[in-house]
């Protein structure tokens, strides 16, 4: 069975994008067919890999998904891009907070062939996160190790909370990352600290650096690990990459 993974955080900026890229390319490079699906409007995800946003989301779009892959340059990574049509954010919003049924549909059909799905979600609880928590079964959240990291946490884990009472048992809390960490900073060591005396086991022992290659490699159109294959970012995904496989 596939296990779909929703990259979510309803604060912007904390390293959604940049974990969901890299982990898809993790992945597939461990062998795994695996789909990055951008459902953000800002398309960061789809431009990240060079390649471009299309006019209408194909979670939108009539025809099955299969239709409008795109292959990403890297060997078993397909990529569903995104759309910054407003249209399509307003059709998923119209759900009345509800996911839309038929890009739930889309994204569950278009997964069965894979055997991940990673989901790059906006910054924010709207109707595109909640579709895309509808049809995921692992919430896997970024935390950047900043002093308002826990801020909006309890308003996001209460979302995710009724809807895992709306489906019990298919939506799980896959783990908790912290990126950007600088571990020259005391206040990552706290806020490090915090979390996992918070959260316990959810949060990854992996930490993902601050590593300018990560924030360089989109603009070549590239992962980091396929950018900078030696850096620590890189090791560092592909570390992720083993816990999510082992977490199965
Ligand atoms: N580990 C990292 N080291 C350095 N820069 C990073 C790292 N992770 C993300 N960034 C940079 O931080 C910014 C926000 O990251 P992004 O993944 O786009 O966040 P989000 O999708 O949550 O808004 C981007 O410019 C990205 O390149
Ligand atoms: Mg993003």
Redesign the pocket.
């Known amino acids: 069975m596939s296990r779909t993974l929703c990259v979510a955080?309803q604060?912007?900026?904390?390293?959604?994008?940049?974990?969901s890229i890299n982990l898809a390319a993790a992945l597939a490079l461990a062998g795994h067919q695996t789909l990055l699906v951008d459902m953000?409007p800002q398309c960061?995800a789809t431009t990240g890999l060079g390649l471009a946003p299309v006019t209408r989301h194909p979670l939108v779009a009539d025809t099955a998904i299969r239709h409008s892959l795109l292959a990403s340059g890297i060997e078993r990574l397909d990529v569903l891009p995104g759309s910054g049509s407003f249209r399509d954010a307003d059709m998923l919003a119209n759900a009345k907070g509800q996911a839309s049924e038929l890009v739930v549909d889309h994204l569950r059909s278009g997964a069965m062939i894979y055997d991940f799905v990673v989901i790059?979600c906006p910054?924010s609880l709207g109707a595109l996160t909640r579709a895309a928590l509808s049809a995921a079964n692992e919430i896997l959240m970024?935390i950047q190790c900043e002093y308002f990291a826990m801020e909006g946490l309890t308003q996001m884990i209460g979302t995710v909370k009724q809807i895992m009472l709306d489906r019990p048992g298919e939506l799980t809390f896959g783990g908790i990352v912290l990126?950007?960490?600088d571990d020259t900073l005391e206040l990552t060591a706290e806020v490090d600290l915090d979390l996992r005396q918070f959260f316990g086991e959810i949060v990854f022992d992996t930490v993902?650096?601050?590593?300018?290659k990560?924030?360089e490699a989109?603009s070549h159109g590239l992962s980091v690990l396929d950018y900078a294959p030696r850096s620590r970012?890189s090791r560092a995904y592909t570390e992720l990459c083993m816990e999510v496989l082992e977490r199965d």
């Open positions: 955080n604060k912007g900026g904390v390293g959604k994008t940049t974990t953000d960061n790059d910054p970024p990126t950007m960490y993902i650096p601050r590593d300018v990560v924030a989109p970012a």
